[in-house]
């Protein structure tokens, strides 16, 4: 039998899971805890839960890095869940359009499922049609994250690690990837990403929930006003990859740069619109650098609830569910339908990898790649 002799370190590794008011073993009023999920590829899975000060609380798994459930309080205060997702690990595992998902290693598409770096050529693992989206057949959103539970934090936070394979689903380079999930008291759902690599790679790592600030289940999102701050999109071609062109949003259906409802536009005649089969795209955000800026802002009438989006990132990929379906049974049995739900998905542009006019996706070794997101909630 082992003896449990407890250490200096671990010590004062539980002293600050306790200062930071993220002690499992006190179910009572934690800030974080953990409850098992079930079990992927042998390894456990845990459902975190995350609680601020200001009445929000994010459940989170390490099955994919996915957020199962946030809830935002209204203009009254009461508290709804706001993200689409399922009860269960074993509905993820079945079938699940990237439902609040880490996504990476390159987040969107590659076309044709290849692209140059430094004079070889990478065959990727093809999932959508002839392209790779997402990151191919068993990106970062399939995979078990390790948490690491000890990291001492002011605020309720998650930290997950995964460290993909040199070759995993055809990319270059053992990368060593890191997401944390940080709640914040002023209502925020931050996200910071962080990779090292051993060889030259491409990453764009994102998220992706399905957002209804309505709540997840109450129907469409073509009321909700969206705001983007951007001048120019990346338009497509009819597979839905990036042209390499810049194209200004004025006069078309993706101006979004005065708030206007999901839906107003969204059924008139326009290649872009078609192609996208709706909102579909990356824009290109008005900013200097890379600093932390604002990206998008979604308010919903009856709830009251705004969401703005702010990120490093230089693009955003907003897409309004055109595939959902209704077919999976989500949370608490409801279904979700044909836009119920909307994604921004902060980015680097995508098939940056295959136009190098883009702001460039490759990672060095030596290099340490850092970008961050932050979901903002407040009512009006
Ligand atoms: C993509 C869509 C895709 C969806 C997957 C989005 O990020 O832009 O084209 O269908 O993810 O559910």
Known sequence: MTQYMPTIASLAAAAAILLAGCSPSNPESP?????????????EVFLYTLRNKSGMEARITNYGGIVVSLLV???????GDVVLGYDSLSSYLKATPYFGAIVGRYGNRIGKARFTLEGKEYTLNANDGPNTLHGGLKGFDKVVWEADENTPATQPSLSLSYLSRDGEEGYPGSLKAAVVYTLTDSNELRIDYAATTDKPTVLNLTHHSYFNLAGAGSGEILSHELMLNADRFTPIDSGLITT??????????MD?????????????TDDQLRFGRGYDHNWVLNKTGGELS?????SEKT???VMEVWTTEPGVQFYSGNFLNGTNIGKGGKTYAYRTGLCLETQHFPDSPNKPAFPSTVLRP???FASTTAYRFSTR
């Open 73 to 79: 309080p209204d203009r009254s205060g009461r508290p």
């Open 244 to 253: 390499g062109e810049l194209k200004p949003v004025e006069g078309t259906p």
């Open 31 to 43: 800030r974080r805890s953990r409850a098992p999920f079930g079990k992927v590829d042998g390894k």
């Open 366 to 368: 030596g290099e340490k």
């Open 294 to 298: 604002l990206a998008a802002r979604v």
């Open 256 to 268: 979004f740069r005065t708030p206007a409802a999901v839906g107003a536009r969204i059924g008139v």
């Open 303 to 305: 709830s009251g609830r």
